[in-house]
T-cell receptor, first 111, second 117 residues
């Protein structure tokens, strides 16, 4: 079953704009992760935020986590055409040993 | 560092035929996963190995899917017989996860795209 649900399902922006995608999940978590998938590089880990963290940055990525609302957001600043991909949030399964992925947000960045 | 290797990259078969996928994880990674990703959806875990033992195969359709990880390194996933709904990308991932869920993440291979006609 899906744990995380991303919103929106699809997002189209121009280069240089910021892109925000959201993830909601159902059960308590130890951490939440974001992955990117494109045809060139497959599924790649972007960032992990622990349940006791509220915000984390990595380059042009900013992730927030609100455990009271069971939600997370991924912000990509100054988007580039190379950011065109599908983005997935993932949380641990009940045993905490494997990941459960949402359906993803498809981001298109046009130049 | 070499990544997770998978083969073949593409496979087209007729329904009721058999197919096998191979995965070589990152050296030293004890944990190996197989995921199924249907078009438009996120990856869904099929089976997880810790070394050569199965940790979780609760979502593996055992009447037609089987997987093994001999010697705790390479793994194969087999489908026999294939159905139309098995058309998907099969992703192999590995991690150095050893028991705590606080900081681990997974490295994914390029996947095998299976089309069942």
């Amino acid at each position: 079953s899906q744990q995380g649900e991303e919103d929106p399902q699809a997002l189209s922006i121009q280069e240089g704009e910021n892109a925000t995608m959201n993830c909601s999940y159902k059960t308590s978590i130890n951490n939440l992760q974001w992955y990117r998938q494109n045809s060139g590089r497959g599924l790649v880990h972007l960032i992990l935020i622990r349940s006791n963290e509220r915000e984390k940055h990595s380059g042009r990525l900013r992730v927030t986590l609100d455990t009271s609302k069971k939600s997370s957001s991924l912000l990509i600043t100054a988007s580039r055409a190379a950011d065109t991909a599908s983005y997935f949030c993932a949380t641990g399964n009940q045993a905490g040993t494997a990941l459960i992925f949402g359906k993803g947000t498809t981001l298109s960045v046009s130049s | 560092e070499a990544g997770v290797a998978q083969s073949p990259r593409y496979k087209i078969i007729e329904k009721r035929q058999s197919v096998a996928f191979w995965c070589n994880p990152i050296s030293g990674h004890a944990t190996l996963y197989w995921y199924q990703q249907i078009l438009g959806q996120g990856p869904k875990l099929l089976i997880q190995f810790q070394n050569n033992g199965v940790v979780d195969d609760s979502q593996l359709p055992k009447d037609r899917f089987s997987a093994e990880r001999l010697k705790g390194v390479d793994s194969t996933l087999k489908i026999q017989p294939a159905k139309l709904e098995d058309s998907a990308v099969y992703l192999c991932a590995s991690s150095s996860f050893t028991g705590t869920s606080l900081t681990w993440f997974q490295f994914f291979g390029p996947g095998t795209r299976l089309t069942v006609l």
